[in-house]
């Protein structure tokens, strides 16, 4: 059963301009260690923090509160696997929500898409109780 989805589009140049007037600050309040790491790392730092900015949008419109009720930008967290499959880790306010919808004699499964094109990054959260095993 799906009890939730979000979608959300960034424009990359918005996310280059952003980190061009307020650096570390903005960094430091929207992503996670790991998340400004692998920016460091990346070739495109500003289309990778796009994602993930678009991915912790998307997520917050899926929990069906934005960024508001207790849930801030920190407690959404967006890697990737080995494979490079991404996947999302809800602490704090999120994590609450997230238990908040879910049926009993559900769990949660949080399903992330990511996708970037020339200007802009996009991304799909779908949110579904699966039965517990």
Known sequence: MIIGIGTDLVDIR???????????????????QTERARAARSPNPAALYAQRFSAKEACA???GTGFRRGVFWGDIGVDNLP????????SGGAKRRLEELTPPGTTAQIDISLTDESFFAQAMVVILAVPKP
């Open 14 to 32: 918005r996310i280059e301009r952003t980190l061009e007037r307020f650096g570390d600050r903005f960094t430091d309040r929207v992503f996670n």
């Open 83 to 90: 494979s490079g499959k991404p996947f999302l880790t809800l």
């Open 61 to 63: 419109k899926a929990l």
